[in-house]
């Protein structure tokens, strides 16, 4: 995305200021669709997984592929409406996303709930760009701040009420809900486009698509994503001759594509031709290791996210509404923390204080990884430590990695931000889930061939457990010939979850790591040396 077009703010009196503040409430909303969907298919992914028996690898692609179709389009879509209009390109995609809501919530099989989240994927990337351009365009000065924290909270509200929301419908209604209670909040937001949101584009915006950076980079996005998923189900290798299996075919073919998106993006960029991404920002190191760190910490935290619920109403008793009241403990230490944020990071500076988040974080998910299979109150508190960080983490990390970009290409940064965060969700449910999945089936393996169980009954139990990732086991108890195995499941459910817990800690303390190459910024001096001065004297 290029700079933005400032014209619309210039517009003054008090029915064109209240006008602003309705359109600013219309793309809230359209917003925390986007964020919301990201977190409440979550907590009743073990319900949908017995109702229409998803596969495992579905109910990694139900998260993944939402999350990575978003991060390969969303700086597409960006620039489709920075040329052709923002406020036309949010409406597509309210109806887009609005019709694919529809279309999961009514699904009958694996296969047509994660193509519908493909399609949501679509319509996501098209309303978050034109939510932020458009209020960048519309707000100035410190109307423009006070904008962005409504829309901030907005957003960090329905996220945190997402997995509540998802876990009552699931329990109480039915899972189908958690995608159709979209629609009427799509209504709302279109109808409030239409009434009060104006139309932007940025008149300075170079025409033309990078239409080859789009195919290079999702398609090699994807090729990575479906390796690291699918290696549970087929392996790494073949069992019968030892070759390799397809899916490390499948992950080098996607390696190799994302170099030549490299080689091309850069060969463009030389011959004065529009690029998908200017990899150029890559030069500022305050964005090019926040991105490592953002990716890294999005990795760990959607991971976490995805394992966690399956391993709460699998093998720990709970059913999905209680699952959610266990995640609002996370949205509250995010709350806790937000009003304190902005004095600390005065105090300390921005990169202090995304560091303290990330390593709250980092000891809060190992903590977690220690204390299971402990009772709900312990993994709250420590739920709440690992909201706090990420609390204080997630924005100033953001602000951070944009503190030396040029403001005429902040558009195109914000993007490449949100891209890498979207990437980073993606790889998180496929490594991570991936690998709770096949250790699931082999430690499960293991504990039942010490049983008098038969062979084929074995191989049975294995086959269904790993298939609907840990979801049947609570079923297992209810048939006699395998109520044996349930307590043997659960133990290789929490065993497992553990381990992938405590990656995801050490993914976190990576991106903590990462944080430490970031340059001391002017204003972190400022404070440091302003605090020195005060103390001396």
Do not use: C
Request: net charge positive; aromatic share 6%; glycine share 12%.
């Amino acid at each position: 995305m290029s700079a933005l077009q400032p014209s619309v703010s210039t517009v003054s009196g008090p029915s064109q200021s209240k006008r602003r503040w309705l359109a600013l409430a219309a793309m809230a909303v359209a917003v925390s669709l986007v964020i919301m969907d990201a977190t409440i298919a979550n907590v009743a992914l073990p319900v949908v997984i017995e109702d229409i028996h998803l596969s495992a690898t579905q109910a990694q692609w139900m998260n993944a592929i939402y999350a990575l179709v978003l991060a390969g389009l969303i700086l597409t879509s960006g620039r489709l409406g920075d040329l052709y209009g923002r406020r036309r390109l949010l409406l597509v995609g309210l109806a887009v996303f609005g019709l694919a809501s529809l279309a999961a919530g009514a699904a009958g099989s694996g296969t047509i709930l994660v193509a519908a989240r493909f399609v949501q994927g679509i319509g996501a990337a098209a309303i978050f760009p034109s939510t932020l351009s458009t209020i960048n365009a519309m707000f100035t000065g410190r109307d423009r701040g006070i904008a962005f924290a409504v829309y901030g909270s907005t957003i960090g509200g329905m996220a945190a009420l997402g997995p509540l929301v998802g876990g009552w419908l699931a329990t109480d209604v039915t899972w189908r809900w958690a995608f159709w209670l979209n629609l009427p909040f799509v209504v709302v937001a279109g109808v409030g486009a239409l009434l009060h949101v104006p139309e932007t584009r940025d008149a300075l915006a170079r025409r033309g698509l990078d239409m080859t950076g789009v195919v290079l980079a999702s398609v090699g996005m994807a090729g990575i994503v479906f390796g690291l998923i699918e290696s549970s189900t087929y392996g790494w290798v073949r069992q019968e001759d030892g070759s390799l299996s397809p899916v490390v075919v499948t992950l080098v073919a996607g390696l190799l594509l994302m170099a030549t998106f490299v080689l091309v993006e850069q060969r463009r960029a030389a011959a004065g031709r529009v690029v998908l991404i200017d990899l150029g920002l890559f030069r500022f190191e305050t964005l090019r290791y926040g991105a490592i760190a953002a990716l890294v910490v999005a990795l760990g935290e959607f991971g976490l996210l995805f394992a966690l619920p399956l391993l709460l109403q699998g093998a720990m008793g709970y059913d999905a509404f209680g699952t959610g009241w266990l995640m609002v403990a996370l949205a509250a230490g995010t709350f806790s923390i937000s009003g304190m944020t902005p004095r600390l990071t005065e105090r300390l500076g921005q990169r202090a204080v995304v560091r303290i988040g990330l390593l709250l974080e980092a000891v809060a998910v190992a903590g977690i990884a220690l204390a299971l299979p402990t009772g709900g109150w312990a993994i709250a508190a420590l739920l709440f430590v690992y909201g706090t960080g990420v609390g204080l983490a997630t924005a100033q990390l953001t602000s951070v990695m944009l503190a030396e970009v040029p403001v005429a290409q902040s558009g195109e940064a914000s993007g490449l931000q949100s891209m890498v965060r979207q990437l980073g969700s993606a790889l998180g449910v496929a490594l991570l889930g991936g690998l709770l999945i096949g250790n699931l089936g082999t430690r499960l393996a293991d504990s039942l061939s010490t049983t008098s169980m038969p062979p084929a009954q074995q191989q049975q139990v294995v086959r269904v457990v790993k298939q609907s990732a840990g979801a049947a086991i609570p079923g297992l108890e209810q048939q006699p010939a395998f109520a044996a195995a349930a307590p043997l499941a659960k133990d290789a459910m929490i065993t497992t979850a553990k381990q992938t817990t405590g990656l995801a800690s050490g993914v976190l303390v990576i991106g903590l790591l990462a944080t430490l190459a970031l340059p001391r910024d002017r204003r972190d001096e400022r404070d440091t040396a302003a605090t020195a001065g005060q103390a001396s004297a």
